[in-house]
């Protein structure tokens, strides 16, 4: 017991001197001219360290909010809208995948064009038709991805409300603050760990895993080049698969951060009885619903 207690405490301190050398060493943090500040990046951005950190400034804000209610809805109101913003900007994608898939369409079937190029500012970028066509794969990846959160805050996520529907207001947010930190907060931790590393598998070598210790990866930046990874399904086909990873990636960090604003949420709904305070809500169809403060 007392092992593991020092343990914690061990990780919780080296977090704290970890995010004071950042601050007074920003320069040698992220010089990513240097291999092993590079390999140390990798180490941390998945580390007991950084979730001790996130736990720690998640606690402090929470306790911070138990205090002053206001700060709290504040923070959760940052949050949703950052959900919001990504998610609205994000859906665009949408709109961008039908319109190229009708150019690809178009000039492939009526007019025989074999390749596009385009030359922004001077430069040339010539891709197969082929490419463009499976491209969209990538589109619909950033919808699914990004607006994840989005779909959370504007409430447009699967539940099953075989019991839940019944429940008062009291057990409902009881729930919803026990599901996010059992549930929800875990998995996501989960998804993060591994996707760190699968996107920097594909972004450089030596190949690093989520079992490496500091020292092990600091032994492979003598090793250490940049190798994004350009593979495709086929010989002309998209070749950027690594954008999917770094996909991966923002979707767990941006679920995340909502999954700590919906329990922020949940808890002053608790305390104050009060249920949607803020929300922005989008609603095409005024007659559909009535649209919450700031809602559209």
Not at 95 to 115: D, G, K, P, T
Not at 130 to 138: A, S
Not at 253 to 271: D, H, K, N, V
Request: aromatic share 14%; charged share 15%.
């Amino acid at each position: 017991m007392l092992d593991a207690i020092g343990v914690v405490l061990a990780t919780i301190g080296n977090a704290l001197y970890g995010v004071f050398w950042v601050i007074t060493h920003p320069v040698q943090a992220f010089n990513f001219s240097d291999t092993e500040a590079i390999m140390r990046l990798i180490f941390y951005g998945a580390s007991g360290e950084l979730l001790a950190l996130v736990i720690l400034v998640a606690l402090g804000v929470f306790i911070a909010g138990m205090f002053r209610r206001e700060f709290l809805w504040g923070v959760v109101l940052t949050i949703e809208g950052i959900s919001n913003g990504v998610g609205r900007f994000a859906a665009w994608a949408g709109l961008i995948m039908v319109l190229q898939q009708i150019m690809v369409i178009f000039l492939q079937a009526i007019f025989r064009v074999s390749e596009i190029s385009v030359s922004p500012v001077g430069l040339d970028f010539t891709k197969n038709l082929g490419w463009y066509g499976d491209g969209l794969k990538f589109y619909n990846g950033a919808v699914v991805c990004l607006c994840c959160a989005y779909t959370f805050v504007q409430r447009g996520h699967v539940r099953v409300d075989l019991f839940y529907a019944s429940w008062g207001h009291r057990t409902k947010r009881i729930m919803d603050m026990l599901g996010t930190v059992f549930m929800m907060l875990p998995a996501l931790s989960i998804m993060w760990l591994y996707g760190w590393f699968f996107m920097w598998r594909s972004l450089a070598i030596p190949p690093v895993n989520a079992t490496d210790t500091l020292d092990r990866l600091v032994l492979k930046a003598r090793a250490f080049r940049w190798n994004v990874e350009t593979i495709s399904s086929s010989p002309s086909g998209f070749d950027a698969y690594f954008l999917f990873k770094v996909l991966l990636v923002v979707f767990c960090f941006t679920m995340i951060l909502q999954a700590i604003g919906f329990f922020y949420r949940s808890f002053l709904e608790l305390r104050e009885e009060e249920t949607e305070r803020g929300l922005d809500l989008d609603v095409l169809d005024p007659h559909d619903g009535v649209a919450t403060e700031g809602g559209h």
